[in-house]
Antibody, heavy 123, light 106 residues
Framework: QVRLQESGPGLVKPSETLSLTCSVS??????????WGWIRQSPGKGLEWIAS???????NYNPSLKSRVTISVDTSKNQFFLKESSVTAADTAIYYC???????????????WGQGILVTVSS | EVVMTQSPATLSVSPGERATLSCRAS??????LAWYQQKPGQAPRLVIY???TRVTGLPARFTGSGSGTEFTLTISSLQSEDFAVYYC????????FGQGTTVEIK
């Protein structure tokens, strides 16, 4: 059974870069049946997709965040990452890493989620 | 951006009764619509995808329906474990969520 675990700093200063890691166990991040993604949840904005990546390297970004966000993978460590630059208080949220099925050119909604990590943006 | 609107915001239902949740899209999303259940302190859990397909192991009392812009999640006889917040999400044009419906005990 796949397990996803987020890690990273819980506190980031405004204007700095938020960096998160998702460690995957129980499946290979190169499994062509799945894609990997980040979703965040905040009281103000609710649930919001951030970005996703497929094992081939294909990435997809939320248009409203695209200029500040990068998603990447390290297949040797079976991990994927999120970097979000120039953060503000509006980026304060619980960040989840997820796995979803990919098939027939469709990115199906994620069936597996990490427990989430609270990231607070504050000086 | 496709805007997803859920109604009502809160639904008060007695155990054993039926709950009907609505989700409307600002433009057609075909049948690329999912429902999630979230309980306090937990990550959302996928329950329905492709508008009407239940995930493996989901009780048959959960039924998803609709296509285009109007969708419904029906829980036929609410059990104690069903009281939670439910979100819809479209994945036809990028991916956007509704704001959620809280199903609470009446």
């Amino acid at each position: 059974q796949v397990r996803l675990q987020e890690s990273g700093p819980g506190l980031v200063k405004p204007s700095e870069t938020l960096s998160l890691t998702c460690s995957v166990s129980g499946d290979s991040i190169t499994n062509s049946d799945f894609y990997w993604g980040w979703i965040r949840q905040s009281p103000g904005k609710g649930l919001e997709w951030i970005a996703s990546i497929y094992y081939s390297g294909t990435t997809n970004y939320n248009p409203s965040l695209k200029s500040r966000v990068t998603i990447s993978v390290d297949t040797s460590k079976n991990q994927f990452f999120l970097k979000e630059s120039s953060v503000t208080a509006a980026d304060t949220a619980i960040y989840y890493c997820t796995r979803g099925h990919y098939g027939g050119k469709t990115y199906y909604p994620p069936g597996e989620w990490g427990q989430g990590i609270l990231v607070t943006v504050s000086s | 951006e496709v805007v997803m609107t859920q109604s009502p915001a809160t639904l008060s239902v007695s155990p054993g009764e039926r709950a009907t949740l609505s989700c409307r899209a600002s433009q057609s999303v075909n049948s690329k619509l999912a429902w999630y259940q979230q309980k306090p302190g937990q990550a959302p859990r996928l329950v329905i995808y492709d508008a009407s397909t239940r995930v493996t192991g989901l009780p048959a009392r959960f039924t998803g329906s609709g296509s285009g812009t109007e969708f419904t999640l029906t829980i036929s006889s609410l059990q104690s474990e069903d009281f939670a917040v439910y979100y819809c999400q479209q994945y036809n044009d990028w991916r956007t969520f509704g704001q959620g419906t809280t199903v609470e005990i009446k």
